[in-house]
């Protein structure tokens, strides 16, 4: 599975932006997605994750209430919808997949496959 993550930019606080995450493969709709991010300096932290038929989301405390998990499984395609996005929000935010997540789904051992990133710059 590849995948290629978009969607990114720089907007000011309080704005929104919707990331996508486009998976190539013939089954990567049996897969579990997850969204991860990265601030300067400090680790690869979870974000969000969605399992493959939607049935079961999950969110970080942080933003649980700003954000919002989808997918797309005829267009191959997550999304992340980011509200009231903060200053700390700046980050490379990340996506990933894997069959196997399980209940692991907020570790990122759990995803093999990864896209290459994409920069979110949130000014005050």
């Known amino acids: 599975v590849q995948l290629q993550a978009s969607g990114g930019g720089l907007v000011q606080a309080g704005g929104s932006l919707r990331l996508s995450c486009a998976a190539s493969?013939?089954?990567?709709?049996?897969?579990?997605m997850g969204w991860f991010r990265q601030a300067p300096g400090k680790e690869r932290e979870f974000v969000s994750a969605i399992t493959s038929m939607s049935s079961s989301t999950y969110y970080s405390a942080s933003m649980k209430d700003r954000i919002t998990i989808s997918r797309d499984n005829a267009k191959s395609t997550v999304y992340l919808q980011m509200n009231s996005l903060k200053p700390e929000d700046t980050a490379v935010y990340y996506c990933a997949a894997d069959k196997m997540v399980g209940r692991t789904w907020y570790a990122r051992e759990s995803y093999r496959y990864w896209g290459q990133g994409t920069l979110v710059t949130v000014s005050s």
């Open positions: 493969g013939r089954t990567s709709g049996s897969y579990s």
